[in-house]
């Protein structure tokens, strides 16, 4: 293993198949950044704080949603009623048009502005904080839609990715696991696979003459155990990214790289999170809401 230093910082490099797969944010920091002994440069403080504020953004979507969602139950406006057709009736949604709109919109930010975020990095300012406040808007949709006894399990999924949050950052304080080119590696490989497998799946299912094949692979996913050992290995895999997360972070910080760079370390790590966020989520929703289902099917005999 090779090691190159700049300004008295070692930066170590390694080849090889999962060493070329490491950190994207990281190469494209280290191929462009600026190193300063003396100006500005990022520091712990400063990508906390941003990442302490993309999560703001966020938090503001949620909330205005809910607000919005208020104002048109009380509005008079003309409201679309929709019960869930799955057997668990685990939603409960009324909602107006205007909403429909709004979500809708956010789905759609969600989905274009990490791209443009990752492609054009000197945006991420702009286009990470329009995708948190789309997310926040999605969490808040997500919540109403549930039914009422339920919808405590949006906060405890936030309490529970607040608590693996400070559990990796201990696990990596403490280099219990340690954070190698092949690691990073090794979970950008895992992180593609889910992608482009789900990418591909998504084309087959739209494809009418593909659709009825995949129908036994549904019945495989929606399965309840299925499903749920999916969401674990996705938040075991998605934990582990925060590693490479804090790896970023450390490598920015050490490195003495411009403060400019803070945007991009936060924005890796706030992405992350709320990743996390939203598959802890559904598999609370999958644990509770089939758990209060058959606590009412129970009572009902």
């Given amino acids: 293993m090779a090691a190159a230093t700049v300004n008295g ?76 057709e799955d057997e668990n009736a685990i939603y409960d949604l009324t909602i107006s048009g205007l909403e429909i709109a709004v979500i809708a919109v956010a789905a759609l930010v969600s989905i274009i502005t990490p791209f443009l975020a990752w492609l054009i990095r000197p945006t991420i300012p702009v286009t990470g904080t329009i995708y948190a406040l789309a997310q926040g808007v999605v969490i808040g949709f997500i919540t109403i839609a549930l039914r009422e006894d339920l919808r405590w399990i949006a906060l ?40 482009i497998g789900g990418i591909i799946y998504f084309i087959l299912y739209i494809i009418p003459a593909t ?11 929606n399965s309840p155990v299925v499903s749920i050992i999916f969401s674990i290995v996705f938040i075991i895999i998605a934990a582990l990214f925060m590693l490479v997360d804090f ?28 990743y996390v966020y939203f598959k802890i989520l559904r598999l609370l929703i999958m644990i509770f809401g089939r758990s209060k289902s058959g606590s009412s099917k129970s009572s009902s005999f």
């Avoid at 972070?249 to 790289?257: L, T």
């Fill in 9 to 84: 910082n070692e930066t170590k490099k390694s080849g090889g198949f999962f060493g070329s797969l490491a950190n994207p944010v990281i190469r494209k920091m280290e191929k462009n950044a600026v190193y300063d002994a003396e100006g500005k440069v990022a520091t712990y403080g400063g990508v906390a704080s941003k990442t302490v504020f993309f999560l703001i953004v966020t938090l503001i979507g949620f909330i205005g949603f809910i607000v919005l969602h208020n104002i048109m139950l009380n509005s008079g406006a003309k409201l679309f009623y929709a019960v869930s």
């Fill in 156 to 195: 405890l999924a936030a309490i529970l990715t607040v608590a693996l949050v400070a559990v990796m950052l201990f696990v990596y304080a403490k280099r219990i696991i340690k954070v190698t080119a092949r690691f990073r590696g090794i979970i950008f490989a895992l992180f593609g696979t889910i992608v």
């Fill in 211 to 221: 659709r009825k094949m995949l129908s036994g692979v549904n019945q495989v996913l």
């Fill in 247 to 274: 790896d970023t972070i450390e490598r920015c910080v050490e490195g003495r790289m411009e403060k400019k760079y803070e945007w991009m370390a936060a924005w890796g790590l706030a992405y992350t999170i709320l």
